[in-house]
């Protein structure tokens, strides 16, 4: 090939690398889809996507055994039932899932369970034959400790975030007296707190904000947080609010009030607990200490008494 064509050659290459280079630059200073739609949908709730039970799962393992764990969940479904209360405290839990979703997270527990007893009863079955049957019992009851096992799984994460709740509700209930004592109006006073405020709470009130920004009624979408939650002092602050923009009665006072019953309850409760600790401390005390103290004191005298003694 001559000069001039590879000068042709090296030329289109250098300004087809150019273009190609240009056009990076400029879908880099593009800003990104999500950030232009973000301020638009940032304060919608996360539970607005439709949750599609199994939608998550994927690979070798749900292709293969997926039919026969959604079989097997249905199955439990049907024994246990319940899937009115599961469903409530998935609610009250705030975790994405479908009662069909936590029924097969209790047949993957119960297999898990199952399948680490079937190991170690396969072990002593080979050396002791006649211990097989017992040793079928005991890995169906670890199959249905498993399934138990997630179900008081699932009852902890719930008392967990409602006690979460619990300690930060004075805190935001102080907020929202304050920014509503300050002239602001409910809903303003909730996009103050869900914008400064981070926890279980503020993402309950973040939900509350969302729905009344998409058309819902103030007190429609305070009813339905009163609905959803199971505590009761997160309902009667729900109630009171709602009340408050119906009717145009004073809420700061409400709030305050509120936040100080919190926190006396709270104060309750921890004296409560300090005392059942104070008597849970006994155990040790009475069961170690003092039977190694009564030694200590009359173990010498015994040892004497044995030397003096003919």
């Given at each position: 090939?001559?000069?001039?064509?590879?000068?042709?050659?090296?030329?289109?290459?250098?300004?087809?690398g150019?273009?190609?280079?240009?056009?990076?630059?400029?879908?880099?200073?593009?800003?990104?889809?999500?950030?232009?739609?973000?301020?638009?949908?940032?304060?919608?709730?996360?539970?607005?996507?439709?949750?599609?039970?199994?939608?998550?799962?994927?690979?070798?393992?749900?292709?293969?055994?997926?039919?026969?764990?959604?079989?097997?969940?249905?199955?439990?479904?049907?024994?246990?039932?319940?899937?009115?209360?599961?469903?409530?405290?998935?609610?009250?839990?705030?975790?994405?899932?479908?009662v069909?979703?936590f029924?097969?997270e209790?047949?993957?527990?119960?297999?898990?369970?199952f399948?680490?007893?079937?190991?170690?009863?396969?072990?002593?079955?080979?050396?002791?034959?006649?211990?097989?049957?017992?040793?079928?019992v005991?890995?169906?009851?670890?199959?249905?400790?498993?399934?138990?096992?997630?179900?008081?799984?699932l009852?902890?994460?719930?008392?967990?975030?409602?006690?979460?709740?619990?300690?930060?509700?004075?805190?935001?209930?102080?907020?929202?007296?304050?920014?509503?004592?300050?002239?602001e109006?409910?809903?303003?006073?909730?996009?103050?707190?869900?914008?400064?405020?981070?926890?279980?709470?503020?993402?309950?009130l973040?939900?509350?904000?969302?729905?009344i920004?998409?058309?819902?009624?103030?007190?429609?979408?305070?009813?339905?947080?009163?609905?959803?939650?199971?505590?009761?002092?997160?309902?009667?602050?729900?109630?009171?609010m709602?009340?408050?923009?119906?009717r145009?009665?004073?809420?700061?006072?409400?709030?305050?009030a509120?936040?100080?019953?919190?926190?006396?309850?709270?104060?309750?409760?921890?004296?409560?607990?300090?005392?059942?600790?104070?008597?849970?401390?006994?155990?040790?005390?009475?069961?170690?200490?003092?039977?190694v103290?009564?030694?200590?004191?009359?173990?010498?005298?015994?040892?004497?008494?044995?030397?003096?003694?003919?």
């Open positions: 090939m001559s000069l001039a064509g590879w000068g042709v050659v090296l030329g289109l290459g250098f300004g087809l150019l273009v190609l280079v240009t056009s990076r630059v400029l879908d880099l200073r593009r800003p990104l889809l999500a950030v232009r739609v973000l301020p638009y949908i940032r304060d919608l709730p996360e539970a607005v996507r439709p949750v599609v039970p199994g939608a998550a799962r994927t690979g070798a393992f749900w292709a293969v055994f997926g039919p026969a764990v959604a079989s097997a969940a249905d199955s439990l479904e049907r024994v246990l039932g319940g899937n009115a209360t599961i469903r409530r405290r998935l609610e009250r839990g705030k975790l994405a899932m479908t069909h979703d029924r097969v209790q047949v993957l527990w119960g297999l898990i369970g399948a680490c007893t079937a190991a170690v009863s396969l072990v002593v079955a080979l050396r002791s034959p006649a211990r097989t049957i017992p040793l079928l005991l890995c169906a009851v670890a199959f249905v400790m498993g399934v138990l096992i997630r179900e008081n799984r009852t902890a994460q719930v008392a967990t975030r409602e006690r979460r709740i619990l300690v930060e509700f004075p805190t935001v209930a102080e907020l929202m007296a304050l920014a509503v004592g300050a002239g109006g409910p809903v303003a006073a909730l996009d103050r707190v869900v914008t400064r405020c981070r926890g279980e709470l503020a993402r309950d973040a939900d509350v904000l969302a729905d920004r998409t058309g819902s009624p103030v007190s429609t979408a305070l009813d339905a947080l009163a609905s959803r939650s199971g505590l009761p002092v997160v309902s009667r602050f729900a109630e009171g709602a009340v408050a923009v119906e145009g009665t004073p809420l700061a006072a409400v709030l305050h509120q936040a100080a019953d919190v926190r006396e309850a709270g104060r309750r409760t921890l004296i409560e607990s300090g005392a059942r600790k104070e008597v849970a401390m006994m155990v040790p005390v009475v069961f170690l200490v003092l039977p103290t009564v030694v200590f004191a009359f173990w010498p005298g015994l040892v004497g008494l044995h030397l003096v003694t003919p």
